[in-house]
């Protein structure tokens, strides 16, 4: 064919194929976003992906690409820790969700309530799993008062120390009641002592606190009583009778509710001097009585599943 015989293009028509082939490239070496429609339990229905084109098309996620740009956390994690029974309950109040439980940890010497706010799912038996990483804990923070009390005893004091003792603990203690008389009486075959009687025997301790003991005996109603070979003579002489049981009534927990405790009231003669000691009557039921009455006020107020026992480890 003779030159003049090919076909000249017009510039309309050249600028036209240079686009094609531009757009043809780019798609060849392109990204578009794609959806990929699930049916997978526990993942998104929906999920965006990436589109690559080129010699080697793959697809890729843009889950990292988007977390840079998020505005808040993906979901509600970390436990926060309260300090009293009422924070424990609005706290959990205001994030308690339709699957959200508490569980009691009623070990006395570690006792918890802690509420599990994204728990599993139970839905017509066919739930699905939570994450287990939104908590609220309670530990049961001790109260001073009962710190105090715990903290001395069984542990043996002078005359002078027990006496001074009492004095400065005297508001913890209560009266017994009606129901505790007959009961605590019976159970220790002694006499339990109100506040005032408390009173007076640390009075008269401190009376005799440098006096010899001469003897100490116990008397058919339970009461100790001992006698000091001195001169100097207290309101009551110098003999002096010990009840054997008192009442505390003090919060164990830090701004908590109070309890009842029975504690046992010990003293021994040892060269003359007498040797005084406290024993706390089954300070496991005390704290596991309060614990399960606080369990059972957090379940009513929130309205939550409870309990007893410890959540499952966060993954």
């Given at each position: 064919m003779a030159k003049t015989d090919i076909p000249m293009l017009e510039p309309v028509a050249i600028a036209d194929s240079i686009e094609q082939i531009a757009k043809l490239a780019r798609e060849a070496a392109g990204i578009d976003i794609v959806t990929l429609n699930l049916a997978v339990k526990g993942l998104p229905e929906r999920v965006p992906i990436a589109r690559l084109h080129g010699e080697s098309p793959e697809f890729d996620s843009l889950k990292q690409l988007a977390e840079e740009w998020r505005l808040f956390p993906e979901r509600k994690t970390g436990t926060a820790i309260v300090d009293t029974l009422t924070s424990f309950i609005d706290l959990t109040s205001r994030h308690a969700t339709e699957d959200s439980v508490i569980f009691a940890g009623t070990d006395w010497k570690a006792p918890s309530l802690t509420a599990v706010i994204d728990y599993h799912c139970l839905n017509s038996g066919e739930g699905y799993a939570g994450n287990l990483g939104h908590r609220i804990h309670y530990p049961f923070p001790l109260s001073e008062q009962w710190k105090i009390w715990v903290g001395m005893n069984g542990k043996p004091m002078d005359q002078g120390d027990f006496a001074a003792f009492i004095e400065d603990n005297i508001a913890d203690l209560s009266s017994p009641e009606a129901l505790e008389v007959t009961d605590y009486e019976a159970k220790f075959a002694t006499t339990i002592a109100t506040p005032s009687a408390l009173v007076t025997?640390?009075?008269?301790?401190?009376?005799?606190?440098?006096?010899?003991?001469?003897?100490?005996?116990?008397?058919?109603?339970?009461?100790?009583?001992?006698?000091?070979?001195e001169v100097h003579q207290g309101a009551d002489g110098n003999r002096l009778k010990v009840p054997g049981l008192f009442m505390l009534q003090i919060p164990l927990f830090h701004m908590g509710e109070t309890q009842r405790v029975p504690v046992r009231l010990r003293y021994r003669m040892r060269d003359g001097a007498v040797v005084w000691f406290y024993q706390i009557w089954r300070p496991d039921v005390a704290v596991t009585e309060r614990v399960t009455e606080d369990f059972e006020t957090a379940v009513e107020k929130t309205r939550l599943p409870g309990y007893i026992g410890k959540p499952e480890a966060t993954r």
């Open positions: 025997l640390s009075r008269g301790l401190a009376v005799h606190v440098s006096s010899k003991a001469k003897s100490a005996v116990t008397l058919q109603s339970g009461e100790g009583e001992i006698v000091w070979d």
